[in-house]
C-alpha cells in the first residue's frame, strides 16, 4: 500500500543553521506530495505541495522537490528560525484520496 | 485561524462511555475528513464525507462512526472507550476539488482515564 517514511525527530538546531528533513514514499502511479507544519496547540497547516515529478515547492523559505526517481520529498531550509520550531509531517495522496502522513519530525531551533 | 472548528477542545471520559466530537468546516467547503492522532501510531485517516455523503473509509474502528449534515457539518462518535482511544481526533476540510489542500481544525483531545 501507499506510504510515507520520514526521518525520526528530534531534530535540535541553532539559529541559522542548515535544515533538511528526509521523506521518502512508497506509492503506485504519480502521488501528489505535501508538507504539513503543526505548530503547538494547532492543528496542521499546509507548508507546501508538489504535484508532479520534478516539481519544486516552496514556501516561507522552505522547499521540497518531488524527485520520483529516489521517491523522495525532502524539507530544506536554508536558515532556519526559532519561530520554525514545530513538527513537521510529509504526506501524499493519490488523486481523490485521502492524505497519507509520515509519522512527524519535531524540529527544535534554539537562539 | 483555518476556519474549520471543532469542539469541544477537551474531552476527559471513562472507559466505556460515549462522547460525540463536532467539527464545522471552512464555509464553502463540502468535503470532511476525521483524522487520529497518537504518540505511537501518528496522524491515522478514519474517516471521509462529501456533501452529507460518505467517501472514503480508512481505519475507522467498529465502535466508531461519523456522519455529514445537511448544513456539512459533522460529528464523530466514540462508543465503548477504551484508554487506548485517548488521542488528539482532527477534522479537516476542503473544497472537495482534486489535489485542493485540506485545512485542520485545532483538534478536539479525548483522554478516556
Known amino acids: 500500500g501507499n506510504s510515507v517514511t520520514q526521518m525520526e525527530g528530534p531534530v535540535t538546531l541553532s539559529e541559522e543553521a542548515f535544515l533538511t528533513i528526509n521523506c521518502t514514499y512508497t506509492?503506485?502511479?504519480?502521488?501528489?506530495l505535501f508538507w504539513y507544519v503543526q505548530y503547538p496547540g494547532e492543528g496542521l497547516q499546509l507548508l507546501l505541495k508538489?504535484?508532479?515529478?520534478?516539481d519544486k515547492g516552496s514556501n516561507k523559505g522552505f522547499e521540497a522537490t518531488y524527485r520520483k526517481e529516489t521517491t523522495s520529498f525532502h524539507l530544506e531550509k536554508g536558515s532556519v528560525q526559532v519561530s520554525d520550531s514545530a513538527v513537521y509531517f510529509c504526506?501524499?495522496?493519490?488523486?481523490?484520496?485521502?492524505?497519507?502522513f509520515g509519522k512527524g519530525t519535531t524540529l527544535s531551533v534554539s537562539s | 485561524d483555518s476556519g474549520v472548528t471543532q469542539t469541544p477542545k477537551h474531552l476527559i471520559t471513562a472507559t466505556g462511555q460515549r462522547v460525540t466530537l463536532r467539527c464545522s468546516p471552512r464555509s464553502g467547503d463540502l468535503s470532511v475528513y476525521w483524522y487520529q492522532q497518537s504518540l505511537d501510531q501518528g496522524l491515522q485517516f478514519l474517516i471521509q464525507y462529501y456533501n452529507g455523503e460518505e467517501r472514503a473509509k480508512g481505519n475507522i474502528l467498529e465502535r466508531f462512526s461519523a456522519q455529514q449534515f445537511p448544513d456539512l457539518h459533522s460529528e464523530l462518535n466514540l462508543s465503548s472507550l477504551e484508554l487506548g482511544d485517548s488521542a488528539l481526533y482532527f477534522c479537516?476540510?476542503?473544497?472537495?476539488?482534486?489535489?485542493?489542500?485540506?485545512?485542520f481544525g485545532n483538534g478536539t483531545r479525548l483522554t478516556v482515564t
Open positions: 479537516a476540510s476542503t473544497p472537495g476539488t482534486a489535489d485542493s489542500p485540506l485545512h
Open positions: 506509492a503506485t502511479g504519480y502521488p501528489s
Open positions: 508538489a504535484t508532479k515529478a520534478d
Open positions: 504526506a501524499l495522496s493519490k488523486r481523490g484520496t485521502a492524505l497519507i
